[in-house]
């Protein structure tokens, strides 16, 4: 399933529902009614899941109607970010800055990423041109839990997660490379779009292998795979629960591939008027435009 925060056209309500080829599935025309993503994502119920795997077409709004809104727009805690996650990107990254990004990793690199409202698939991204010279963007598989987890071992880590939904992680490279910390480089207002849905675990392998592509003006950028990552979800889940609670709805993105903007020579940044397309096998496209 495809669970979506979305509203009405021409109102400002924010409905829960299930994304359909054939239309969204209003969970209040069902009779679930939960006030966010969040506290759906930690209360709803198998018999709940059931009713909603029934859906009648009669049940349906066009899609026409509706306009997507990030999944949860408003994340109650920093999303959780993995840097240099995957080796190519590594490559490239260190390339570009090596007293920034060199060395290699015996362990993973976590940073968090403020999110104050997480920006809707086909909304516009500020680029902040005031202050970033050099704006940049990284397609993410990002895992969604979905329940309170601590001290789990990685046999059991996909017994927390919830869904799986896309991160576009935009970051302003001169920012996050004058700092040792990357937080307010990957935390500017618009740099966390987020969507266009979850789509829930059941609906792939474990572990996910799964397409992920990057576009900017229609011109193919990143293009790899989610099983590439150098620590993979299990270890990720694993070693964040030894010494933290991650609770119902938390947020971790996993990493980028290669092809980011600053990997080329010379570098690919974003510009004002740039559309750009994050893309992953099962979930769909986050399409943003830069403002």
């Not at 529902?17 to 993503?37: Q, R, V």
């Not at 920012?175 to 849905?197: A, E, M």
């Not at 990057?214 to 193919?220: A, I």
């Not at 010494?243 to 990493?255: D, E, F, N, V």
């Amino acid at each position: 399933m495809k669970f979506i925060t979305y509203k009405i056209n021409k109102t400002n309500v924010e409905n829960l529902g299930i994304y359909t080829e054939k239309g969204i599935l209003p969970l209040s025309n069902l009779n679930i009614n939960y006030t966010d993503m969040t506290e759906l994502i930690e209360k709803i119920t198998p018999k709940e899941l059931k009713e909603i795997s029934s859906y009648s077409k009669n049940d349906l709004i066009p899609i026409s109607e509706a306009a997507l809104l990030a999944p949860i727009p408003h994340p109650k805690q920093d999303i959780i970010c993995l840097g240099i996650n995957y080796f190519e990107h590594a490559l490239e990254a260190a390339k570009y800055k090596k007293e920034a990004f060199g060395g290699k990793q015996k362990f993973p690199i976590y940073f968090s990423k403020r999110v104050t409202k997480a920006v809707a698939p086909n909304d516009y991204i500020d680029g902040h041109f005031d202050i970033v010279d050099s704006l940049d963007y990284e397609s993410e598989l990002a895992v969604v839990i979905k329940k309170d987890s601590k001290n789990i071992p990685p046999e059991k880590a996909f017994e927390c997660i919830f869904g799986y939904t896309i991160i576009n992680d935009i970051s302003a490279r001169n920012i996050q490379t004058r700092h040792k910390q990357w937080y307010f480089g990957k935390s500017l207002d618009d740099f966390t779009p987020i969507g266009p849905c979850i789509t829930t675990s059941d609906e792939f392998s474990t572990p996910p292998k799964l397409k992920i592509l990057s576009r900017v003006n229609g011109e193919l950028r990143q293009n790899s795979t989610t099983d590439l990552m150098i620590f993979d979800i299990p270890y990720i889940i694993s070693d964040l629960t030894k010494g933290m609670t991650l609770k119902a709805g938390t947020i971790i993105a996993t990493g980028t591939p290669a092809g980011v903007g600053m990997g080329f020579t010379p570098p690919k940044f974003l510009k004002s008027g740039d559309v750009v397309e994050c893309e992953i096998e099962g979930i769909g496209i986050l399409k943003n435009t830069i403002k």
